[in-house]
């Protein structure tokens, strides 16, 4: 896992631009902590920063591979996990390779099959790749979009980047809100639109998607994409394809030259991650499977059931690692750090994220980093199970918006009157709602209610788990660690897809069917488990620490805040701890002390960012 930057000027020469290069590439220093390299000509400048998971000595880059008497560079980001099946095809055909990375058995994967590698690749990835006789630069990223990449276009220059920060320190590229980023800050955030970003002018290539750029412009194209289809499958049938998908996606996660384990909540989604990779451990006669755990000081005191977190993760965790053949550890962090680490994790996002709930997992990394380099997740079960409340509430399901976030009279009162009456948020919402709506494939044969899971699902997968990847890279990548999720095999989503929802939730359950798969290989308890979200911190002492510190925003007559927002709405909202706004921020995790967070986030984001305004 690692970082790169790149610049490209087909009608100029860009050989000069090493001082810019590097400026860019600094700023991924976190990504990449233990190599850095540069490759420039008069066309074509790549900068990466690397974290080395594979191949010390045989993965350095940009790689550079000449071949029939051409040049081809890469930078990328990620993992391929098909590399054992790619390298044979290679060798069958006459290639040699030198190493044992996954990024030589990319790149020479792309020499053989040109453009179309795209189809050749089960893993996640942001690649660039300059073709040198061709002239020609060639970018994709993952099927479901678990590594970032991003762009520009400036003139006839492309930038890219695998952080916006990289973008933003070219000399030519301004920091600026306009009204569509306004609208994404305050009404889509802290998720946003495929493809766009809370920046004017600065775009995401979308998951499943490669870009060219030659002589002939800039050309995005889509490679893959949820395809609706009958489920001719048995329940039988369907079951042993679900249980082989999951089992050989997570062994072909397991591989990495550095120490590895796997989160561990005590949930469904993590333990079933966990059961398969410690009997991995064991058949294969390795150290028991390391398991990391996140607890807050005093939460188990101060713990409130509640519909979306109906109990506590530790006797869980206990008796899964009871069952397996695990070292377990617990990470315990205090309030105090959550809040301090709120600006961290908005740069790491470069931009207001979702509060402590990223401000935890930055520093559960952080914690975890100290003796591990790769994770192993339960990230993104509940999207393709359909594992969320909002599958089963009629309330969500006839909102007519996206169900993670209903509060929208409460998010355009936040705006400050002068930019209220100039951004309709409710409009902006509700295009971009039913424009992601649009792209959904119901069957003729779908029943009335897979129709409707249909939507939500796609809505979910396509929004709020990109929310939740961008997540896992930015605050585990801040600590040069990389996180792995095996539920993001794109074969597992495109297949569980087309599962009718009355058998996906078998017995009216959510994720009933992954439930039904696991009851012979997971503790009873474990399997019948209501779902309980990642864990968040319910010591009074942060309500009052992130109370404080916005208060003390609102107390500056200087603090950018009061520029944009409705003072007086969010000194209500501090009078009534986050009570006058009335629904969750966002998704069920983001409710009172989480928006004043979020808030502060904001004005740091502001202070630190200094966007330039227009309306």
């Known amino acids: 896992m690692c970082g790169f930057v790149g610049i490209s000027n087909l009608k100029e020469d860009i050989a000069n631009c090493k001082n810019i290069i590097t400026k860019m590439n600094d700023t991924l220093s976190k990504r990449g902590p233990d190599e850095q390299g540069y490759y420039i000509n008069n066309h074509i400048a790549l900068g990466h920063k690397r974290l080395i998971v594979l191949d010390p000595d045989g993965g350095k880059q940009p790689m550079i591979q000449r071949y029939y008497e051409n040049e081809y560079v890469i930078a990328y980001n990620g993992q391929i996990y098909n590399t054992k099946e790619l390298r044979d095809t290679l060798i069958e055909n006459g290639f040699t390779l030198e190493g044992h990375s996954d990024t030589e058995v990319l790149l020479k994967s792309y020499i053989h099959f040109g453009n179309d590698v795209i189809h050749h690749l089960n893993g996640i990835f942001a690649f660039a790749i300059w073709n040198q006789n061709k002239q020609e630069l060639f970018m994709a990223r993952d099927h479901l979009g678990v590594k970032p990449l991003f762009y520009t276009l400036k003139d006839d220059t492309l930038l890219f980047a695998s952080e916006i920060k990289a973008l933003l320190a070219h000399p030519f590229i301004e920091c600026v809100l306009d009204k569509q980023g306004f609208s994404e800050l305050f009404g889509i955030g802290p998720s946003h639109t495929p493809g766009t970003t809370v920046f004017k002018d600065i775009f995401e290539l979308k998951p499943a998607h490669f870009a060219i750029f030659n002589k002939n412009g800039f050309k995005i194209e889509r490679y893959w994409k949820l395809i609706s289809k009958e489920h001719t499958d048995s329940f039988g049938t369907t079951c042993d394809k679900i249980k082989f998908l999951l089992q050989d996606s997570i062994t072909r996660q397991l591989i990495s030259d550095k120490p590895l384990c796997t ?17 991995f451990s064991k058949k294969n006669d390795l150290e028991p499977l390391d398991t990391y755990s996140i607890d807050y000081v005093d939460n188990d005191k101060n713990f409130v059931k509640s519909d979306f977190q109906p109990n506590s993760d530790n006797y869980y965790i206990s008796l899964m690692n009871h069952n397996s053949y695990t070292t377990h550890h617990s990470i315990v962090i205090d309030t105090p750090e959550l809040a301090s680490y709120l600006e961290d994790a908005m740069i790491a996002r470069d931009m207001p994220g ?35 409340p909002w599958f089963f509430r009629e ?22 009157s002068d930019i209220s009456n100039s951004i309709n948020l409710k409009e902006y919402i509700d295009f971009r709602y039913n424009e992601s709506l649009s792209e959904v494939d119901i069957l003729p044969t779908d029943s009335t209610e897979t129709a409707e899971k249909r ?4 809505l979910t997968m396509n929004w709020f788990m990109q929310t939740l990847l961008d997540r896992s890279d930015r605050m585990a990548m801040y600590n040069g660690f990389e996180l792995r999720v095996p539920f993001c095999d794109y074969r597992l989503a495109e297949y569980v897809w087309n599962i009718p929802w009355e058998m996906k939730a078998l017995k009216g359950r959510e994720k009933g069917l992954l439930r039904y798969i696991c009851k012979d290989f997971l503790p009873d308890e474990i399997v019948d488990r209501k779902k309980s979200p990642y864990p968040k911190t319910h010591n009074p002492t942060y309500l009052a620490k992130v109370k404080e510190m916005l208060s003390d925003i609102m107390k500056r007559q200087d603090a950018p805040i009061h520029s944009i927002l409705n003072s007086e709405y969010i000194n209500e909202i501090l009078e009534t701890d986050g009570n006058a706004f009335t629904r969750p921020w966002f998704g069920q995790l983001m409710t009172g002390p989480q928006l004043m967070a979020y808030l502060c ?15």
């Open 263 to 279: 989160f561990l909540s005590g949930g469904l989604d993590s333990s079933i991650i966990t059961k398969f990779a410690a009997d």
């Open 354 to 388: 979702m509060a402590d709930i990223d401000s935890s997992l930055l520093l559960f990394c952080k914690h975890v980093k100290k003796d591990m380099t790769v994770a192993l997740t339960g990230e993104c079960a509940d999207e393709i199970f359909g594992g969320y």
């Open 395 to 416: 309330d969500s399901l006839k909102s007519n918006t996206f169900p993670w976030s209903i509060a929208i009279d409460e998010r355009q009162k936040l705006l400050n």
């Open 455 to 458: 939507k939500i699902s796609y």
């Open 601 to 615: 986030q904001v004005n740091m984001w502001l202070e630190k960012y200094g966007p330039k305004i227009e309306l």
